[in-house]
């Protein structure tokens, strides 16, 4: 009997590529979509690699969007869902010191409370069958704070809080939880993410230094194809892991900021030269930040 998975924001990136593999790996995979008149290209890629996604909209900002769609979704598969991968998500660049209320609790609505909506919608009937498996996608920020994006690695960094908890949890019902932590992917979302609403001018070096970080990771961008990869791995072993590292800059990252001190961490901000400042992150985690292709 073939694996029900539901994977959100498959409309692009992360979501379309997990969405489409693991079709390609026999999955009957339903995605989520805001909008069906705008899944034009989901529907071509899908086409092309030979598969069928089946489409549902829904906003997963909204609890009604969300209990309809799934109501729906769940009528076609007699109320089976044995994959969730939450994978819809927003950008948010900010420091703290600038950042509207508004702008933490929209991308806190949409990152962390539109999962929950989600996996409080397929939960009941893994319990009752238990087993069944939630695949969250977080973020290499969930994990170290990324300069000037204050509201999105808040929101990451509660994510990967839900996840850690939800996976003891669920554990009793035969349910796992695996966190995947991807670094930057080719995405539109960082197309969208352009903002930078520093009025003061006095964050001019963390915003650039964001800027440059992405212009890096841009340039070394991971196919978002290979984090769908890691998600069917994490549903498929026989030795799963609560979290799993992919992309670009990643486990590099993560791994650096657990070497680190606290006190390294807080000195490594108050370093004023830019060069200064790209050669101790180089130093500490691997990744050359004036690498841009």
């Given at each position: ?102 702008l933490y609790l929209d991308v806190m609505n949409v990152n962390l409370c539109g999962a929950v909506r989600c996996l409080q919608q397929v939960l009941p009937g893994m319990r009752a ?165």
């Amino acid at each position: 009997m073939s694996t029900i998975s539901v994977v959100t924001g498959a409309n692009s990136g992360i979501g379309r590529a997990t969405a489409i593999h693991l079709a390609t790996q026999g999955h009957v995979v339903y995605g989520t979509v805001r909008s069906l008149d705008k899944a034009g290209k989901l529907r071509a890629m899908a086409a092309e690699a030979g598969v069928e996604i089946h489409l549902v909209e829904l906003d997963v900002a909204h609890d009604e969007s969300v209990r309809a769609g799934f109501q729906q979704l769940l009528a076609d598969t007699d109320g089976v869902v044995d994959v969730l991968v939450n994978n819809a998500g927003v950008g948010g660049n900010a420091v703290a010191e600038e950042c509207p209320t508004s702008l933490y609790l929209d991308v806190m609505n949409v990152n962390l409370c539109g999962a929950v909506r989600c996996l409080q919608q397929v939960l009941p009937g893994m319990r009752a069958r238990r087993r069944g498996t939630i695949v969250n996608i977080t973020s290499v920020t969930g994990r170290i704070a990324a300069l000037a994006q204050s509201p999105y690695v808040a929101s990451k960094w509660a994510f990967e809080g839900l996840s850690e908890g939800l996976a003891q949890e669920v554990a009793p019902f035969g349910i796992r939880v695996a966190i995947v932590e991807p670094g930057v992917t080719k995405s539109a979302i960082f197309a969208k993410n352009i903002d930078a609403p520093n009025q003061s001018g006095a964050y001019d070096p963390a915003y650039r230094r964001m800027f440059q970080m992405y212009a890096a990771g841009l340039a070394h961008a991971t196919d978002p194809f290979e984090v769908g990869r890691v998600v069917h791995h994490a549903i498929t072993t026989d030795q799963p892991q609560l979290r799993y590292a992919v992309s670009w800059g990643s486990q590099d990252m993560i791994d650096g900021r657990a070497e680190m001190t606290d006190e390294q961490w807080v000195s490594l901000g108050a370093i004023a030269d830019d060069d200064a400042y790209y050669d101790a992150f180089h130093a500490a985690f691997g990744t050359d930040l004036r690498d841009v292709g």
